[in-house]
T-cell receptor
Framework: AQKVTQAQTEISVVEKEDVTLDCVYE???????LFWYKQPPSGELVFLIR??????QNEISGRYSWNFQKSTSSFNFTITASQVVDSAVYFC??????????FGTGTRLTIIP | DTGVSQDPRHKITKRGQNVTFRCDPI?????LYWYRQTLGQGPEFLTY????????KSRLLSDRFSAERPKGSFSTLEIQRTEQGDSAMYLC?????????????FGQGTRLTVV
């Protein structure tokens, strides 16, 4: 079984500040995938990134970056120069094989203009 | 739009009534998932199909719940004798069948309110 902890329930930052969302997961599997999804007020979950457990390279995509630390079972997400459109609930979710996602409780991010 | 489509978007029903939701996945996606999301929580897995075969069901899926995916295309989720605790957002997602895990694409959900 997998478990995800997103300890930050809510975060508010002023626009243009950087913000990091934490994710710690538990799994007994050696091969797994990690995902981040964004859920804006409209409700639809939007895929952000997929990471293979064998690939510990950090990744940057525009203002988004991800820090995967297998040794500490963490997969943190940083938004640089935040914008109001980044306001949403963000979910971290591990997955085994090609099957179900196990979502955390999410972090509600509010960007204050 | 060729994304995942769910119908209806909203449903209000009286306790004890039956409801059925429909999900149309992205064309040619073999895998289809149903999740349930209550207020302030992350989505919880309910069930999953590969083509027309239902491969896994969560313990959350009581015998009042049934899901089908005839012909491996669209899927329906039926809840019989609805209870107030069934009030939630029901999300459908689909993904292609690949050797490597790939992202699931989600629909906008069906929000169920049981009164």
């Amino acid at each position: 079984a997998q478990k995800v902890t997103q300890a930050q329930t809510e975060i508010s930052v002023v626009e243009k500040e950087d913000v990091t969302l934490d994710c710690v997961y538990e799994t007994r599997d050696t091969t797994y995938y990690l995902f981040w999804y964004k859920q804006p007020p409209s409700g639809e979950l939007v895929f952000l990134i997929r990471r293979n457990s064998f690939d510990e390279q950090n990744e940057i995509s525009g203002r988004y970056s991800w820090n995967f630390q297998k040794s500490t079972s963490s997969f943190n997400f940083t938004i640089t120069a935040s914008q109001v459109v980044d306001s949403a609930v963000y979910f971290c979710a591990p997955s085994i094989g090609n099957e179900k996602l196990t979502f955390g409780t999410g972090t509600r991010l509010t960007i204050i203009p | 739009d060729t994304g995942v489509s769910q119908d209806p978007r909203h449903k209000i029903t009286k306790r004890g009534q039956n409801v059925t939701f429909r999900c149309d996945p992205i064309s040619e996606h073999n895998r289809l998932y149903w999740y349930r999301q209550t207020l302030g929580q992350g989505p919880e897995f309910l069930t999953y199909f590969q083509n027309e075969a239902q491969l896994e069901k969560s313990r959350l899926l009581s015998d009042r719940f049934s899901a089908e995916r005839p012909k491996g295309s669209f899927s329906t989720l039926e809840i019989q004798r609805t209870e107030q605790g069934d009030s939630a957002m029901y999300l459908c997602a689909s993904s292609p069948l690949t050797l490597m895990n790939t992202e699931a694409f989600f629909g906008q959900g069906t929000r169920l309110t049981v009164v």
